[in-house]
Structures are given as structure tokens and as C-alpha cells.
């Protein structure tokens, strides 16, 4: 029943909005075409390498047991011109990965993997080396997220957006507020599509809502907690505490449906004109309802279904927080309806579903964020373009000393002839 409340609840977004405000939000939740511009990027200078013979020496050099310059590995990244030399750069990144260089990746490199992936229709082979993070040393800044977020968005492929969100929501890269707009985006247009959702991916999109959420002090943001909290909840109640937080950046602490009734106290009781969505209000009432009836019908089978023995033996290995929550379901479930009253009753219920916040959200600031995006970025890549070029320079002075070397021991060979 929880499910089919948020399918339906968000669903209907795009029943309420199909005047020209919605058209107009639509093209708007996109980055802005100088956002997404590549022209500051391929400005800077070029080191232009054949990138057979590059494969060709990488390769000796690993035969030999000595590791690869993170330069060299630029380099080749840089160098891409099909999609075919996309496929042989991931396998040189992974490569570096696993050598005793694999440290020395450069944030540079993995901007301009990203980029290239995108220039040459290879965004799966991106988000492929992205969720593998550790086996390719792929860990993207801000703006980078964004662009591949973006690029998701356009296609309206949500799915694979969320797949780049639940990524940064890992690398707790939900710093800019940029990102927080689009990850939010990517979320409630993904929910939206009512997909059938597994256990893993109500985890990974309850804490990609959670952990945004807490970023945005405002309806969208308090929703999104409100959301996220539930989904965990919902899985906590299912799997266990340990099944939240194991491997998410998430608090230890059990709890998440008591966390997502203590949202709704904290926007019941604030004195300012926040309100939660009335879609996500309706999903924590139908799951409190499926999880009660669930609840109903073990204790009504108990020992005939399962025999007094084998119930027991059940019963000594469940953790004993997990089964204390259980117990504090009743108590949840009227906790919900006092505060529900008290949030309807204080007209802090906005009947506008989540991915109307969200889209509005987009509207007043995804362009304000911006700007101070491409002032930072800017800035980075000057930075990223001064590190280059002392790279550059300290390698031609080890080649030259390497050289001098060379002919010394020429020299004293041939003297002692």
C-alpha cells in the first residue's frame, strides 16, 4: 500500500502541471548551455600524442615491472578521439589503478575521462568506472557530478541519474548547491516513473533523499528527509539497522522511522511557512499501515506457522535493537496521527507533490547557483593547468638528467677503452 500511495501521489505531477509554467519548468531544470560548455576546457594547451605508441610504451613499461607517470596516463585520457580509445583509456585506468603510482591520479584526469566519456557517447562507460570506483580511482569533484547528472537528466534516463547521485551521495559530495537542485531533481523525476524498487535501491534512494535533503532548509529539503527517512525506516524494519548503514555514510544510531516522525514535529512546530508535500506525508502513513498490518498478522500465525522451538530460535537471533523498534511500531503509528492532525490542523501540509517542489526549487535556483560554479571552476582549472605544466617541466628535467647520465657512462666507457 506504501508504494502504491507514493506511485500514485507522484504521479500525479504530471497531471497538475501541464500548463506553460510546467513547459517552461521542464527546460529549465537542464544546466545552462555555458554550464555545460566545453570551450574553457579545450582551451587549454594541447599535448598532442599518438596514443598507439603511447599504449606501446605503457605496456613495456608494466612488462618491466616500472610504474606509469600520472602524466602519461593525462595524457592518454586527454588524447581520446573515438569511442574505441575510450574503451582502451579504461583499460589503462584501470591499469594505473593497480600500480604502485595508483595515488597519483590527477582530479584533472578524472574530469576529463568524464568529458570524453560524454563527447563520445560513452556515458555508460563512465558510470561504469564511477560505481567502480575503487578499481579506477574515479572520485569527481562537484561540477563534475554535475555535468554527468545533467547529461543523464537530458535524456530523461532518471534511472541512470540516480545511479550518478546515490555515487556522490557515497562521496557525500552534496556540497554545492547546484548538485543538491539536480540530485533532487534526478529523484523525485526518477520516484515519478513509480519503478518497482529492491531493497538496496529504497536504501540507496532514502539516503541520497535524506542526505540532500539536510542540505536545502525549505519544504523541498524537509520533504525530501521526511521521504528519506521513510524508505530507510522502511528497510530497517524489514532487514535490520545494520542493512541501513552498512556501507552509507549514515548515522549508527536505529531509528529512521522515529527520525522521519521527528521532521514532521520540528515543520508542525516551526513558526515560518515550511510544509512538508502531502505525497510523503501519505507514504509514511501507508507504510506505518502495511508495516501494522504486517505486524498483526505474524503475532496472529506465530508458533502455529512455525512451530514454539523454531519461533524461539528465530526470535534469539534477531538483534535485540531491531526488535525493540519493531515493538515501538504502535507507538509510531499513533505519533503519526497526532502529528498529522497537528500539520493539517496548521496548514503545513503543501498538497503540491514532491517533484513539484522540486521543479520549482529548479526554477528560483539552479540558475542563481550557477555562477558561482563556473567562478570556482574557472579558477580550478588554471589551478589544474599550473600543476600540468610543472609536471611537464620536472619531467623533461629528469629526462635531460637521465640523458646527461647516459652520455657520462658513454664517455666513461669509452675512455677506459
Not at 560524454?118 to 555508460?124: G, K, T
Not at 530523461?156 to 531533481?185: H, N
Not at 492532525?341 to 513539484?356: A, E, T
Not at 522540486?358 to 579558477?379: H, K, T
Amino acid at each position: 500500500m506504501a508504494a502504491s500511495v507514493l506511485q500514485r501521489c507522484l504521479g500525479a505531477v504530471k497531471v497538475i502541471h501541464k500548463c506553460g509554467s510546467h513547459s517552461f519548468i521542464a527546460r529549465r531544470c537542464l544546466l545552462s548551455a555555458a554550464y555545460t560548455d566545453t570551450k574553457l576546457w579545450e582551451e587549454r594547451e594541447k599535448d598532442h600524442q599518438n596514443l598507439a605508441l603511447m599504449a606501446a610504451l605503457m605496456d613495456r613499461t608494466y612488462d618491466r615491472n616500472f610504474p606509469v607517470s600520472s602524466l602519461t596516463i593525462s595524457r592518454f585520457v586527454d588524447n581520446i578521439s573515438s569511442r574505441e580509445e575510450v574503451d582502451q583509456a579504461e583499460y589503462y585506468l584501470y591499469k594505473f589503478r593497480h600500480s604502485p603510482n595508483c595515488w597519483y591520479l590527477r582530479d584533472w584526469t578524472v574530469h576529463s575521462w568524464v568529458r570524453q566519456c560524454l563527447r563520445y557517447e560513452a556515458r555508460d562507460k563512465a558510470l561504469h568506472t564511477l560505481k567502480n570506483k575503487v578499481q579506477y580511482g574515479m572520485f569527481p569533484d562537484d561540477f563534475t557530478f554535475n555535468l554527468l547528472i545533467d547529461s543523464f537528466i537530458k535524456d530523461e534516463d532518471f534511472k541512470g541519474a540516480c545511479s550518478v547521485v546515490e555515487e556522490g551521495m557515497l562521496q557525500e559530495s552534496f556540497d554545492l548547491p547546484s548538485t543538491q537542485i539536480l540530485s533532487l531533481y534526478a529523484l523525485s523525476s526518477y520516484l515519478a516513473t513509480k519503478p518497482e524498487l529492491s531493497v538496496s535501491e529504497q536504501r540507496a534512494l532514502g539516503a541520497a533523499l535524506l542526505k540532500c535533503g539536510l542540505k536545502q532548509d525549505n519544504s523541498t529539503g524537509l520533504s525530501a528527509q521526511l521521504l528519506g527517512c521513510a524508505l530507510l525506516g522502511k528497510v530497517e524494519m524489514a532487514a535490520g539497522i545494520h542493512a541501513v548503514f552498512r556501507g552509507m555514510p549514515l548515522m549508527w544510531t536505529p531509528g529512521y522511522l522515529s527520525q522521519a516522525l521527528a521532521v514532521m514535529e520540528r515543520v508542525a512546530a516551526a513558526p515560518g511557512d515550511s510544509k512538508l508535500s502531502k505525497d510523503a506525508v501519505d507514504y509514511l502513513e501507508g507504510l506505518l499501515q502495511d508495516l501494522s498490518s504486517a505486524s498483526d498478522s505474524n503475532s496472529s500465525s506465530g508458533e502455529d506457522e512455525l512451530g514454539g522451538e523454531e519461533e524461539g530460535k528465530k526470535k534469539e537471533e534477531e538483534d535485540e535493537d531491531d526488535q525493540a523498534e519493531r515493538e515501538k511500531l504502535p507507538l509510531y503509528v499513533s505519533r503519526f496521527k497526532e502529528l498529522s492532525g497537528q500539520l493539517q490542523s496548521g496548514g503545513k501540509v503543501d498538497p503540491s507533490p514532491l517533484q513539484v517542489l522540486v521543479s520549482s526549487l529548479v526554477q528560483q535556483g539552479l540558475a542563481s547557483a550557477e555562477g558561482p560554479d563556473m567562478e570556482q571552476y574557472q579558477r580550478k582549472v588554471g589551478e589544474w593547468e599550473a600543476e600540468r605544466q610543472q609536471l611537464i617541466r620536472r619531467e623533461k628535467e629528469m629526462r635531460e638528467r637521465a640523458e646527461e647520465e647516459r652520455q657520462a657512462r658513454q664517455a666513461a666507457k669509452a675512455a677506459s677503452q
